[in-house]
């Protein structure tokens, strides 16, 4: 007896799975000689609801989350200390610290405790530097625990891009042996692909956004004469 013909709409989830698991997601190269497109608004992680996709996806958008919560920490913290200073929205940290070392007038220095840098004052200061030695403070206390945070990243994360880039080649059984769950994967096949894309993009992330936080606590200590790493 022949063999059964698969429903069209299974042959067709089978070839797109079949792509997916061909297809592995590498970094997007500009085209010379063509104007740069406008920055295209931020993917992460979804869910599916299927089992055996969110068994990967799951700790997959935890470690996604970390890095975006990083990012705009981050962003959050140049912010505030521009606003402490009244300086105007987008001013780079360099050119804040500057400000503030010049209108603190030689009475602040770096205090290391603990491995942890603070900026203290030896006289009193007008009120707009002492909200900006504050603002600075509270990053050069969050900072360094965001970095210990983000430590672990790259590793977890190329460990669970490799079983996402492998689900495609599993669930092919899923999809022919279980109709019901069948119908599921193929309507979330468009969630798997940009959830491979970006766990792809991870652990990059995930060095960039700590690499940055180093770079504004160097910036920030060394103003005062301290330096980062403090040891």
């Avoid at 625990?145 to 080649?169: C, H, R, W």
Wanted: hydrophobic share 40%; with cysteine.
């Amino acid at each position: 007896m022949s063999t059964p013909r698969r429903p069209t709409w299974i042959r067709s989830a089978l070839a797109v799975l079949a792509a997916l698991a061909i297809a592995a997601p590498g970094p997007a190269v500009a085209k010379k000689g063509k104007k740069k497109k406008k920055k295209a608004k931020a993917v992460h992680v979804q869910l599916t609801g299927v089992k055996s996709l969110d068994k990967v996806f799951k700790p997959l958008k935890k470690i996604d989350q970390k890095v975006t919560k990083a990012q705009k920490h981050r962003r959050k913290g140049k912010d505030a200390i521009n606003s402490a200073l009244g300086l105007k929205k987008g001013t780079s940290l360099p050119a804040a610290m500057a400000h503030l070392k010049k209108e603190a007038q030689g009475k602040v220095n770096v205090k290391v405790n603990g491995g942890s840098p603070t900026l203290e004052a030896s006289d009193a200061l007008p009120p707009h530097i002492k909200e900006g030695i504050e603002a600075c403070n509270v990053l050069l206390k969050s900072y360094p625990k965001a970095i210990k945070e983000l430590a672990g990243v790259p590793k977890q994360a190329t460990k669970l891009v490799k079983e996402a880039k492998a689900l495609p080649s599993s669930l092919k059984s899923e999809i022919t042996s279980d109709p019901t769950n069948a119908i599921a994967i193929v309507r979330n096949l468009g969630v798997v692909k940009d959830n491979i894309k970006v766990a792809s993009q991870l652990p990059k992330r995930a060095a960039k956004v700590t690499k940055g936080l180093n770079k504004d606590l160097k910036v920030m200590v060394s103003a005062f004469g301290g330096s980062w790493p403090p040891f």
